[in-house]
């Protein structure tokens, strides 16, 4: 039961383009949404979050975009660098000690 | 930045033998996780744990999972009797109250042979 789904497992960017990584969910109850990056061997970084409240969080070059109709939230990353090249979780929660969701990621590769 | 600090990296065990991982959660955090990925795969939920006892559980953490947080510090995930399909990466996570706030560890990569 894939709760929280990333539909591409990759992705190629030029640098200095955008990226566009998208996620959907299926459960109505998460409110809280979060962005993850991983690196090989290490654990995941938090990047960016929103909330059900809202339907956009800018965070520098992070943007992230939820459609609570579509079930669709995206991160957008402009400009892209090679150092973003890594692992990008998609995340949800609902309220109270709810864990964390997380959908398969997909690899972001930059390239310059 | 406080951090979240998981030992060992890596940990080669036999199958049937006990495991132990262990992770220091960050000092003023309320509650404590685990999560495991297996290669290639999404990272999963296994425990939550807040006030000294599990408040929810996956069904991957069956009767051979435990977690104890035995001196106010150390948050430790047993395994009693591995199996092949525990090799995994096993990430320990922390929160304070927040639900925006979960620190991950590094990981122990676990390899069952």
């Known amino acids: 039961d894939q709760q929280v789904k990333q539909n591409s497992p990759s992705l190629s960017v030029q640098e200095g383009r955008i990226s566009i990584l998208n996620c959907d969910y299926t459960?109505?109850?998460?409110?809280?949404f979060l962005w993850y990056k991983k690196y090989p061997a290490e654990g995941p970084t938090f990047l960016i979050s929103?909330?059900?409240?809202?339907d956009k969080n800018e965070d520098g070059r992070f943007t992230v975009f939820l459609n609570k109709s579509a079930k669709h939230l995206s991160l957008h990353i402009v400009p892209s660098q090679p150092g973003d090249s890594a692992v990008y979780f998609c995340?949800?929660?609902?309220?109270?000690?709810?864990?964390?969701?997380f959908g398969k990621g997909t690899r972001l590769s930059v390239i310059a | 930045e406080p951090e979240v600090t998981q030992t060992p990296s890596h940990q080669v065990t036999q199958m049937g033998q006990e495991v132990i991982l262990r992770c220091v959660p960050i000092?003023?955090?309320?509650?404590f996780y685990w999560y495991r990925q297996i290669l290639g795969q999404k990272v999963e939920f296994l425990v939550s744990?807040?006030?000294?006892?599990?408040?929810?559980k996956s069904e991957i953490f069956d009767d051979q999972f435990s977690v104890e947080r035995p001196d106010g510090s150390n948050f430790t995930l047993k395994i009693r009797s591995t199996k092949l399909e525990d090799s995994a990466m096993y990430f320990c996570?922390?929160?304070?109250?927040?639900?925006?706030?979960?620190?991950f560890g590094s990981g122990t990569r676990l390899t069952v042979v």
């Open positions: 996570a922390s929160r304070q109250g927040s639900p925006y706030g979960y620190t």
């Open positions: 459960n109505s109850m998460f409110d809280y």
């Open positions: 929103i909330s059900s409240i809202k």
């Open positions: 995340a949800a929660s609902g309220r109270g000690n709810t864990p964390l969701v």
């Open positions: 000092s003023n955090h309320l509650y």
């Open positions: 744990f807040y006030n000294n006892e599990i408040s929810e």
